[in-house]
């Protein structure tokens, strides 16, 4: 009977360290990891742009079409004052789960930065850095930055938050809707984006989602936008 009882106690402590050993790889860990990943990432962003400038959106009508954006690149740096003042993290091409170890990922079917359409990204609520921990505190009226190197685009936001459940792919279309309905609220075409992440804070049983419009891009060269402050 001794045995057994020690064999047993010896399991459940072999156990409970198991069990704490994976909460602090979840609840520590992949934060270091996505930390150290996503200023890798900004950090090359940042080089790439410095020796080889972003080519500047085309004019109205030019038949150019610019290059598609390579899977699990970085293409922007995205800032949201609401979620704190250093809040930055980059956007990368692709929404699988090894480009959200590094930050924020931009759903593939969608446009590009700044175009006609729903650029749509996705960012993971807890685990690798909590990028968007506090998405529920997004409000209308909301900014949200992005830039590419050349340009910077300031989106506001017109609904946030909106829940709903993964199956719901029609919040991500050119023009947003859920279930068939207009929920966003855009009476048509336009610069949109869209931000998708889980819900609830530690499950993904449905989706948090934050609709916003393009109001405004200038060149980086003019300075940060006023959204972003000194």
């Known amino acids: 009977m001794r045995l057994v009882v020690r064999t047993f106690s010896e399991l459940c402590l072999t156990l409970g360290t198991l069990i704490v050993l994976f909460v602090v790889y979840v609840l520590y860990w992949t934060g270091v990891q996505a930390g150290s990943a996503s200023a890798g990432q900004i950090d090359t962003l940042q080089r790439a742009w410095t020796s080889t400038p972003a080519e500047a959106p085309s004019a109205p009508g030019s038949p150019s079409t610019p290059p598609a954006y390579a899977p699990g690149k970085g293409i922007a740096v995205m800032y949201v004052p609401r979620l704190g003042r250093d809040w930055k993290w980059p956007v990368l091409e692709g929404t699988g789960a090894d480009v959200l170890k590094k930050g924020l990922g931009h759903y593939t079917a969608t446009t590009r930065l700044g175009a006609t359409g729903n650029f749509a990204v996705a960012g993971h609520r807890r685990t690798y850095g909590d990028p968007f921990k506090d998405f529920p505190r997004l409000r209308a009226g909301d900014a949200v930055v992005l830039t590419d190197g050349t340009t910077w685009f300031t989106y ?15 919040v991500v279309a050119p023009l947003p809707t859920s279930f068939g309905r207009n929920t966003a609220g855009f009476d048509g075409p336009g610069r949109y984006l869209t931000l998708t992440t889980c819900e609830p804070e530690w499950g993904s049983s449905h989706r948090l989602i934050a609709w916003a419009h393009l109001d405004a891009t200038h060149p980086v060269t003019a300075g940060r936008p006023q959204a972003l402050g000194s």
């Open 156 to 170: 506001r936001i017109v609904r946030a938050p909106h829940r709903t459940v993964p199956t719901d792919v029609g």
